[in-house]
Antibody, heavy 122, light 113 residues
């Protein structure tokens, strides 16, 4: 059974940074990597980034290039995403998501973290 | 980026009746060398992360009830719930995974009439 457990909710001021963690059990990030997806309150889903621990490859949505960094720690099977220069538009629930059980694209998300609410407010 | 357009935004269906959600992509999601459509469907209930229902446009994820089915090819796709149950009340999203970045539709809210 795969479990993805994310770090707790955060409240940040505009201009600050936030770093969210996602610890996996029953899954290794070298398989299909890990994605980060966010969802603003009452809004849809927005893919942000992907990282594969085995290849070291990363992919970012263009709008987040230079402001978002994804990393992994293979020794603890933990993935991290840091978002810099936060604005109120970054207030959202952030999820880590993987293709953990099945085959096919690493952009198919069959296991999700519980979500981390980031609130950006002065 | 590929734009995914869902319709309707919401629909209300009686219990036991059919619910149909449409999704259109701004470019074809059919990869000709494999003859697979890179289109998936997710269900999201309040306070929960999304759940994968359908991938390759019509393959049902393990454990998903067979009242859920997906169809379509190229740029036009459909999710059908053949007999709506109370537990199917949720928001449904289509997603393309043909190219980076993967993109989602804006969602369709399914309610009980």
């Amino acid at each position: 059974q795969i479990h993805l457990v994310q770090s707790g909710d955060e409240v940040k001021k505009p201009g600050a940074s936030v770093k969210i963690s996602c610890k996996a059990s029953g899954y290794t990030f070298t398989r299909n990597g890990v994605n980060w997806v966010r969802q603003a309150r009452g809004q849809g889903l927005e893919w942000m980034a992907w990282i594969n621990d085995y290849s070291g490859d990363t992919k970012y949505a263009q709008k987040f290039q230079g402001r978002v960094t994804v990393t992994t720690d293979a020794s603890t099977e933990t993935a991290y995403m840091e978002v810099e220069r936060l604005t109120s538009d970054d207030s959202a629930v952030y999820y880590c998501a993987i293709r953990g059980y099945g085959s096919g694209s690493y952009y198919l998300f069959d296991a999700w973290g519980q979500g981390t609410l980031v609130t950006v407010s002065s | 980026d590929i734009v995914m357009t869902q319709s309707p935004d919401s629909l209300a269906v009686s219990l036991g009746e059919r619910a149909t959600i449409n999704c259109r992509s701004s470019q074809s999601l059919l990869y000709t060398s494999t003859n697979k459509n890179y289109l998936s469907w997710y269900q999201q209930k309040p306070g929960q992360p999304p759940k994968l229902l359908i991938y390759w446009a019509s393959s049902r994820e393990s454990g998903v009830p067979d009242r859920f089915s997906g169809s379509g090819s190229g740029t036009d796709f459909t999710l059908t719930i053949s007999s709506l149950q109370a537990e199917d009340v949720a928001v449904y999203y289509c997603q393309q995974y043909y190219i980076t970045p993967p993109t989602f539709g804006r969602g369709t809210t399914v309610e009980i009439k």
